[in-house]
C-alpha cells in the first residue's frame, strides 16, 4: 500500500468516526410522528407480526437490510488481527453495499473465535436481517460456520471470501477464455490456494464445466492422503491425471494460473512452462503472486490482479451487492451453486467483446449490480438485463 494512501485512509477515518450511519426512515418531528413511529402505534405493528412472522420483510428492515459478520481470523492479506481490525473493513463492505447495491447493511464483529459460539449467535440475530454476509473468517472453520448457518435459516447466507470471489473469477475466465480462444472443458486449471477462495474457486469452476483442475497448498499438489476434511473433499475432484509436486509440475503445461495464496510464489520463468495464450489471475493482495509485468515476460496472455491500479481488477465487489439485492428482491432463502453460475455468466456477459485487457465490466459500471440481482430471479430476467 503506498504510503500517501495509508496517510489518506487513517485521516479520512478519524474524520469520520467510522464509514456507517444510521438515519430513520420516517421523520420524527412532532408528537404525532412519536406516536406512530413509536408508541403507542408501534404496537399495533407489533402484534401484527408476532400473530404473521412472515409479514416481517414487509413491515421491518427485515426485508432490506444485511448483517456483515466477522470474526477477525482472516482479515484482507492482515490475517488474524481480530474483531476491532475488522471493524473498519466491515464497515466498508456496508458502505459497498449500500452504493452499488442499494442494500442496507449493518457491520457485526465477534469477539470469539470458536465455531460453535459463531453460529449460535449468528442464528440467533438472525430475525432482524434478510440476509448474511460472513466475512474474513479463517479456513476451514469458515466451511463448517456457513455450512451450519445455512441449514439453521431460512434466508440467503454467502461467505463472500468464498463466493463472491469465485463469481468473479469464473466470470473473468469465461471472458478470458474467449480471448484466447479455448474452452473451459478442455483448459487445465491450476489454484494456488486451498483456503476458502481458492475451494470455492475450484468448486464453481468445476460445477461450470471444467475438467482438469490441480489445487495446491503449502505442502504441493493435493491429493487423497490429506488429513483436513475439505483437501480430502478437494482431492475427489481435482488433479485426474495423478500429478505430484510443486507449482512448477502444476503449471507445466497448465492453461490458468489462479493465485489466491500469497505474494511473489511465481517467477516469468514459471509462466513460461505453461502453454501458449495462458491465464494468470494473480489474486494476493496488497502484493500478488506474481506482478503484471512478469506475468507478460512469462507469456501470460490475459493477467489479472485483485488491484484496481492494473487491467482486470478481479473484485468480488462486483458481486455481492447485486446478488443479495436480487436475493431480497426475489424471496431468495439459499444461494445455490446454479445461482452462483447464473451470476457469474450475467456479469461475464457485460462484456460484450473481452479482450486482453478487459475481461470484467468496471466496477462502477452501473450495470453490475441489477444484472447480478436479476440473475437471482431465473434465466429469461439474464437474457433481459443484458441486452
Same mark, same amino acid.
Given at each position: 500500500?503506498?504510503?500517501?494512501?495509508?496517510?489518506?485512509?487513517?485521516?479520512?477515518?478519524?474524520?469520520?468516526?467510522?464509514?456507517?450511519? $444510521?438515519?430513520?426512515?420516517?421523520?420524527?418531528?412532532?408528537?404525532?410522528?412519536?406516536?406512530?413511529?413509536?408508541?403507542?402505534?408501534?404496537?399495533?405493528?407489533?402484534?401484527?407480526?408476532?400473530?404473521?412472522?412472515?409479514?416481517?420483510?414487509?413491515?421491518?428492515?427485515?426485508?432490506?437490510?444485511?448483517?456483515?459478520?466477522?470474526?477477525?481470523?482472516?482479515?484482507?492479506?492482515?490475517?488474524?488481527?481480530?474483531?476491532?481490525?475488522?471493524?473498519?473493513?466491515?464497515?466498508?463492505?456496508?458502505?459497498?453495499?449500500?452504493?452499488?447495491?442499494?442494500?442496507?447493511?449493518?457491520?457485526?464483529?465477534?469477539?470469539?473465535?470458536?465455531?460453535?459460539?459463531?453460529?449460535? $449467535?449468528?442464528?440467533?440475530?438472525?430475525?432482524?436481517?434478510?440476509?448474511? &454476509?460472513?466475512?474474513?473468517?479463517?479456513?476451514?472453520?469458515?466451511?463448517?460456520?456457513?455450512?451450519?448457518?445455512?441449514?439453521?435459516?431460512?434466508?440467503?447466507?454467502?461467505?463472500?471470501?468464498?463466493?463472491?470471489?469465485?463469481?468473479?473469477?469464473?466470470?473473468?475466465?469465461? &471472458?478470458?477464455?474467449?480471448?484466447?480462444?479455448?474452452? =473451459?472443458?478442455?483448459?487445465?486449471?491450476?489454484?494456488?490456494?486451498?483456503?476458502?477462495?481458492?475451494?470455492?474457486?475450484? &468448486? =464453481?469452476?468445476?460445477?461450470?464445466?471444467?475438467? &482438469?483442475?490441480?489445487?495446491?497448498?503449502?505442502?504441493?499438489?493435493?491429493?487423497?492422503?490429506?488429513?483436513?476434511?475439505?483437501?480430502?473433499?478437494?482431492?475427489?475432484?481435482?488433479?485426474?491425471?495423478?500429478?505430484?509436486?510443486?507449482?512448477?509440475? +502444476?503449471?507445466?503445461?497448465?492453461?490458468?494460473?489462479?493465485?489466491?495464496?500469497?505474494?511473489?510464489? +511465481?517467477?516469468?520463468?514459471?509462466?513460461?512452462?505453461?502453454?501458449?495464450?495462458?491465464?494468470?489471475?494473480?489474486?494476493?493482495?496488497?502484493?500478488?503472486?506474481?506482478?503484471?509485468?512478469?506475468?507478460?515476460?512469462?507469456?501470460?496472455?490475459?493477467?489479472?490482479?485483485?488491484?484496481?491500479?492494473?487491467?482486470?481488477?478481479?473484485?468480488?465487489?462486483?458481486?455481492?451487492?447485486?446478488?443479495?439485492?436480487?436475493? =431480497?428482491?426475489?424471496?431468495?432463502?439459499?444461494?445455490?451453486?446454479?445461482?452462483?453460475?447464473?451470476?457469474?455468466?450475467?456479469?461475464?456477459? =457485460?462484456?460484450?467483446?473481452?479482450?486482453?485487457?478487459?475481461?470484467?465490466?468496471?466496477?462502477?459500471?452501473?450495470?453490475?449490480?441489477?444484472?447480478? +440481482?436479476? +440473475?437471482?430471479?431465473?434465466?429469461?430476467?439474464?437474457?433481459?438485463?443484458?441486452?
Amino acid at each position: 500500500m503506498a504510503k500517501d494512501v495509508a496517510k489518506q485512509a487513517i485521516a479520512l477515518h478519524k474524520k469520520l468516526g467510522g464509514k456507517i450511519r $444510521i438515519e430513520p426512515a420516517a421523520p420524527v418531528r412532532n408528537r404525532a410522528d412519536l406516536s406512530l413511529v413509536y408508541t403507542p402505534g408501534v404496537a399495533a405493528v407489533s402484534m401484527l407480526l408476532a400473530k404473521n412472522p412472515k409479514l416481517a420483510p414487509q413491515y421491518t428492515m427485515k426485508g432490506r437490510m444485511v448483517a456483515v459478520v466477522s470474526d477477525g481470523s482472516a482479515v484482507l492479506g492482515l490475517g488474524n488481527i481480530g474483531p476491532l481490525g475488522a471493524l473498519p473493513v466491515m464497515e466498508g463492505k456496508c458502505a459497498l453495499f449500500k452504493t452499488f447495491g442499494d442494500v442496507d447493511a449493518v457491520p457485526i464483529v465477534l469477539d470469539t473465535q470458536d465455531t460453535d459460539e459463531i453460529v449460535k $449467535i449468528v442464528t440467533a440475530i438472525a430475525p432482524a436481517f434478510g440476509g448474511i &454476509n460472513l466475512e474474513d473468517i479463517a479456513a476451514p472453520r469458515c466451511f463448517e460456520i456457513e455450512r451450519r448457518v445455512v441449514d439453521a435459516l431460512n434466508i440467503p447466507v454467502m461467505h463472500d471470501d468464498q463466493h463472491g470471489t469465485a463469481i468473479v473469477v469464473l466470470a473473468g475466465i469465461l &471472458n478470458s477464455l474467449k480471448v484466447v480462444g479455448k474452452k =473451459l472443458a478442455n483448459v487445465q486449471i491450476v489454484i494456488s490456494g486451498a483456503g476458502a477462495a481458492g475451494t470455492a474457486c475450484a &468448486n =464453481l469452476a468445476y460445477a461450470a464445466g471444467a475438467k &482438469n483442475i490441480i489445487m495446491l497448498d503449502r505442502k504441493g499438489i493435493i491429493d487423497a492422503t490429506r488429513d483436513e476434511s475439505h483437501k480430502k473433499e478437494l482431492a475427489k475432484f481435482t488433479n485426474p491425471k495423478g500429478i505430484k509436486g510443486g507449482l512448477r509440475e +502444476a503449471l507445466t503445461g497448465a492453461d490458468i494460473l489462479i493465485g489466491v495464496s500469497g505474494p511473489g510464489l +511465481a517467477t516469468a520463468a514459471d509462466i513460461k512452462l505453461m502453454a501458449k495464450k495462458s491465464i494468470v489471475f494473480a489474486l494476493a493482495n496488497p502484493v500478488p503472486e506474481i506482478m503484471p509485468d512478469e506475468a507478460k515476460r512469462g507469456g501470460a496472455a490475459v493477467i489479472g490482479t485483485g488491484r484496481s491500479d492494473f487491467p482486470n481488477q478481479i473484485n468480488n465487489s462486483l458481486i455481492f451487492p447485486g446478488l443479495f439485492r436480487g436475493a =431480497l428482491d426475489h424471496g431468495v432463502t439459499k444461494i445455490t451453486q446454479e445461482l452462483k453460475l447464473k451470476a457469474g455468466r450475467a456479469l461475464a456477459a =457485460l462484456v460484450k467483446k473481452p479482450t486482453a485487457v478487459k475481461v470484467l465490466p468496471d466496477m462502477f459500471d452501473k450495470r453490475v449490480a441489477p444484472t447480478v +440481482a436479476k +440473475a437471482m430471479a431465473g434465466k429469461k430476467a439474464i437474457a433481459k438485463a443484458i441486452r
